[in-house]
């Protein structure tokens, strides 16, 4: 079982829906989680991190985490063509001092205007 | 927010050759920095954590002799791929994360392109 899993997509969502991006994550112990976006060539650029149980509202971004279920997404309102790129889910054990990120393999997503 | 800098860009090489990239905190300090190394249409892998005036820490099947990192200010760290190789062609991507601010936030350079001829 990888650590964190994704759906690679492509996910194809009409411009102004929602998009929702979902991801789960094997190690109980996870702390801090993270969505980065990655346009094709560029380095990740992150959107949102999460720690609490619940959700976490950002502008059109939404965060949702569920550690019961091990189980984070990303909800993405009035979707636009700029938010074409890959998603990549990002977990942290956050124990201090020893902080590495692991990441999913991303899903791709595609607003179709 | 806060700013990582990745140089080169890009860089071409020849097999055999060394090259270094360059990963700087430009408006923060970091203690810690992270190198990842991203294939085509794969996602992030981790190469090592970079730790300022201490040695790295490796992950598990990544040669310590080959990427020799060196982090010896707060805003510095140096990835060296030694005697590169085609299979060394790839995009590498440093990440810092701000020291004494709550919570785990951690940037992104922009990222290297290496391609090793």
């Known amino acids: 079982q990888k650590e964190v899993e994704q759906n690679s997509g492509p996910l194809s969502v009409p411009e102004g829906a929602i998009a929702s991006l979902n991801c789960t994550y094997s190690?109980?112990?996870?702390?801090?989680f993270f969505w980065y976006r990655q346009y094709s060539g560029k380095s990740p650029e992150l959107i949102m991190f999460?720690?609490?149980?619940g959700d976490k509202e950002d502008g059109r971004f939404t965060a949702q985490l569920n550690k019961a279920s091990q189980y984070v997404s990303l909800l993405i309102r009035d979707s636009q063509p700029s938010d074409s790129a890959t998603y990549l889910c990002a977990v942290n054990r956050a124990n201090f001092g020893n902080e590495k990120l692991t990441f999913g393999t991303g899903t791709r997503l595609t607003i179709i205007p | 927010g806060a700013v990582v800098s990745q140089h080169p860009s890009w860089v071409i090489c020849k097999s055999g050759t060394s090259v270094k990239i360059e990963c700087r905190s430009l408006?923060?300090?970091?203690?810690?920095m992270f190198w990842y190394r991203q294939f085509p249409k794969q996602s992030l892998m981790l190469m090592a954590t970079?730790?300022?005036?201490?040695?790295?820490?490796?992950e598990q099947g990544v040669e310590k002799d080959k990427f020799l990192i060196n982090h010896a200010s707060l805003t510095l760290s140096t990835l060296t791929v030694t005697s590169a190789h085609p299979e060394d062609s790839s995009f590498y991507i440093c990440?810092?994360?701000?020291?004494?601010?709550?919570?785990?936030?951690?940037?992104f350079g922009e990222g290297s392109w290496l391609t090793v001829v």
């Open positions: 970079s730790n300022e005036g201490s040695k790295a820490t490796y």
């Open positions: 190690d109980r112990g996870s702390q801090s």
């Open positions: 990440s810092a994360r701000e020291d004494r601010v709550p919570g785990n936030t951690i940037y």
């Open positions: 408006d923060f300090q970091a203690t810690t």
């Open positions: 999460i720690y609490s149980n």
